[in-house]
C-alpha cells in the first residue's frame, strides 16, 4: 500500500492504481518512491506533493481494427497527460503486449521531470497500445495507429500534447499519426508528433540525439572530476539506435576506445578497440555483435564491471543493481537507457565515488530535439544539422551544469539532484499559476 500524506489523505482514492499497485515491480510505486524521496529533502509542501503524485489527466481507450483475415479485434490503449503545468504534455506512444496503465503512468511522470530538468517549456505525457508489433502487417499497424488516434486526438495539439515515437513505435507510424490527426482536424498539422521522417516536417539531428546528449554530458562530468578521456576506454550495453550511434559518437567526439558493445544475444571485446563502422556492417548482415571477427566473447554481466573509464548502459532497465554495484569499476556510468540503476545501486556507486549522469539528464537529448522539431514545425522554417548539434550542445551543457550543481549543494547523488532541479521547476510553475 502506497504512504499518502495525512493531511491530504482524502483527495484521491487508492482505488484509481490498477490491481497491480501491490506488486513491488509495478514502475509507478518505484517512479513515487523517488518522488517522495526528493520532496522529503525539498520540504514539498503537502499539497504539491500530493497533486505531483498522480497523473492529472488519462484517457482508457478501446479500437476495433480490422485484421488482414477479415476478423475485427478489439485493442486497449491509454494516453497520460501527467503534468503538464510548465507546457505541453510531451512523451512517446509504446505498442507493447505487456504494457499497462502503471507503467503509462510512471513514464509520464519520468518525462514531467526530465523536460523541467532541461528547461524545455513542456510538460509530461506518456501514450500505450497494448499489442504485439512482431506479429502484424504493416496494413494492420497503420490501422492501428489511425485508430488510437482517432481516439486519443481529442486531447492532442501542438498546445496540448505532442507524442512521439517510443518503444516498438517508428517514424512510420508517426507519419501515420500526423496523417490522421490532420484530416481531423481538417488542416496538415505535422506539429501535433514529432520523430516524423524528414519529408513531412522531422528535424535533422534526430536520429543520434540521444546519444549525441549523452556523449555532451559525458564531457562535462570528465571535466568536473578532472578526467582526460582521449584514448581511454568505455563499453557499451546494448547496441540498437543510441548504443550504436554512442559507439560512433564516443570514438568521434570524446577521441574515446570503445573495447566492448552487447546486444541481447551478449557482448564482444577487443582490449585494442572496436571500430563503429565494422560492427555495424557485422551486426547488420549477422543480426548480432556476437561473433564479430577478432573479438573475445563476454556476457552482459562481465560488460559491465570491465575496467573502463566510462560505462554506457543502453539497453535495459535495472541492470546494475546491489548485487554487482561493488564491482562497477568505471569512473563515469552515463544512464543512455531509461533506469538501469536500481535506487539500492545508486547508493553504492555514490558511495564508491562513482559519477553517474541519471537517465532524466543523459538520455535527454532526444526529447529536446523533439522539442526543436515542434518549434521548426510552429516557424515552418527548417535548421541544418549543425545548428541543431549546436542548440543540443548548448542545452545539454546547461542542464548538466544545473544537476551537478544541485547535488552538490544538497550533498546528495546525481539522481537525486536532477529530480530537485526537475521537480522544484513543476512545483514552482504551479505555484506561480495559482494551483497550490
Ligand atoms: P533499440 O530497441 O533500438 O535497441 C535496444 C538494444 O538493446 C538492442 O541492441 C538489443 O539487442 C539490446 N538489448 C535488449 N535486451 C538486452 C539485454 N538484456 N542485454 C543487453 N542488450 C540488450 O532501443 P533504443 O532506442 O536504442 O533504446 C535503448 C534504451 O535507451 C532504452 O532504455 C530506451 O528507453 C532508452 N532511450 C531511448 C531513446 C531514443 O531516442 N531511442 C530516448 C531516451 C531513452
Redo the contacts with the bound molecule.
Keep these: 500500500m502506497i504512504e499518502r500524506n495525512e493531511s491530504v489523505r482524502c483527495t484521491l482514492p487508492d482505488m484509481l492504481m490498477q490491481t497491480e499497485s501491490a506488486s513491488e515491480r509495478n514502475p509507478f510505486i518505484f517512479a513515487r518512491k523517488q518522488l517522495d524521496e526528493a520532496a522529503a529533502i525539498m520540504k514539498l509542501d503537502p499539497a504539491t506533493h500530493e497533486l505531483l503524485r498522480w497523473p492529472l489527466r488519462e484517457l482508457h481507450v478501446t479500437m476495433p481494427v480490422k485484421m488482414d483475415n477479415g476478423c475485427t479485434k478489439i485493442f486497449h490503449g491509454f494516453r497520460v497527460q501527467y503534468n503538464d503545468a510548465r507546457g505541453p504534455n510531451k512523451g512517446g506512444i509504446r505498442f507493447h503486449p505487456d504494457e499497462t496503465i502503471d507503467t503509462v503512468r510512471a513514464l509520464a511522470a519520468w518525462m514531467t521531470w526530465k523536460t523541467a530538468v532541461m528547461d524545455l517549456p513542456l510538460g509530461g505525457g506518456k501514450g500505450g497500445v497494448i499489442c504485439d508489433t512482431k506479429s502484424m502487417s504493416s496494413g494492420e499497424l497503420e490501422r492501428l495507429s489511425r485508430a488510437y488516434i482517432r481516439q486519443v486526438g481529442r486531447m492532442l495539439g501542438l498546445e496540448k500534447d505532442v507524442p512521439a515515437?517510443?518503444?516498438y513505435t517508428t517514424p512510420q507510424i508517426m507519419a501515420w499519426m500526423a496523417d490522421e490527426y490532420s484530416f481531423m482536424q481538417g488542416n496538415n498539422e505535422f506539429g501535433v508528433i514529432t520523430g516524423k521522417p524528414l519529408a513531412i516536417g522531422g528535424s535533422a539531428g534526430r536520429g543520434d540525439?540521444?546519444a549525441r546528449g549523452g556523449i555532451y554530458c559525458v564531457r562535462e562530468a570528465s571535466e568536473v572530476i578532472g578526467l582526460n578521456l582521449s584514448g581511454k576506454k568505455a563499453a557499451i550495453?546494448?547496441?540498437?539506435?543510441?548504443?550504436?550511434h554512442a559507439h560512433k559518437l564516443a570514438a568521434e567526439l570524446l577521441g574515446m576506445k570503445v573495447v566492448c558493445v552487447?546486444?541481447?544475444?551478449g557482448?564482444i571485446y577487443n582490449p585494442e578497440g572496436l571500430d563503429h563502422a565494422e560492427v555495424s556492417a557485422h551486426k547488420e548482415a549477422a543480426g548480432?555483435?556476437t561473433g564479430f571477427p577478432g573479438s573475445l566473447a563476454v556476457s552482459?554481466e562481465e560488460l559491465l564491471e570491465l575496467d573502463v573509464a566510462v560505462l554506457f548502459p543502453?539497453?535495459?532497465?535495472s541492470?546494475i543493481t546491489g548485487s554487482n554495484a561493488e564491482n562497477i569499476r568505471a569512473k563515469i556510468v552515463a544512464e543512455?537507457?531509461?533506469?538501469?540503476t536500481t535506487p539500492e545501486a545508486d547508493s553504492i556507486l555514490y558511495s564508491k565515488g562513482i559519477l553517474v549522469i541519471p537517465?532524466l539528464l543523459c538520455?535527454?537529448?532526444?526529447?529536446t530535439v523533439s522539442y526543436f522539431e515542434m518549434v521548426q514545425n510552429t516557424y515552418g522554417y527548417y535548421w541544418d544539422e549543425d545548428e541543431v548539434y549546436r542548440r543540443l550542445e548548448k542545452k545539454m551543457k546547461t542542464a548538466f551544469r544545473s544537476v551537478n550543481e544541485t547535488s552538490g549543494r544538497y550533498n546528495v547523488h546525481n539522481r537525486l539532484g536532477a529530480y530537485i532541479v526537475g521537480v522544484g521547476r513543476v512545483a514552482d510553475a504551479m505555484k506561480l499559476r495559482g494551483w497550490i
Excluded at 538520455?363 to 526529447?367: Q, R, S
Aim: proline share 5%; no cysteine.
Design positions: 515515437p517510443d518503444l540525439a540521444t550495453q546494448g547496441y540498437g539506435n543510441v548504443g550504436s552487447s546486444d541481447s544475444k557482448g548480432s555483435v552482459n543502453a539497453a535495459m532497465e541492470v543512455l537507457a531509461n533506469g538501469p537517465d538520455n535527454a537529448g532526444g526529447v
